[in-house]
């Protein structure tokens, strides 16, 4: 039996793979659009092409293995709350 939830347009892989797609269009295009204009660092290595997207996802990369640590640290066990 099928749920509502199982049908969300969110959880379909034909709408997933087009979104992943989409995203990186939009990546590939803020890339190349670095081209045609000229950005000025301050501190040397920020003017390099495709700078920001390197950060983004290098810093993203960087939050989801924080977290990870965090949650083996913080972990409590299941039966933390009962008596």
Do not use: S
């Not at 293995?65 to 083996?72: R, T």
């Amino acid at each position: 039996m099928t749920t509502p939830q199982d049908d969300h347009w969110l959880t379909r892989p034909t709408t997933i793979r087009r979104l992943w797609t989409g995203f990186a269009i939009v990546l590939a295009l803020t890339v190349l659009a670095e081209l045609g204009i000229h950005i000025k660092g301050y501190f040397g290595l920020d003017d390099w092409l495709a700078f920001g997207a390197v950060f983004g996802f290098l810093a993203c990369v960087a939050m989801v293995l924080i977290a990870k640590v965090l949650g083996l640290l913080l972990k409590r066990p299941d039966d933390f709350y009962r008596d």
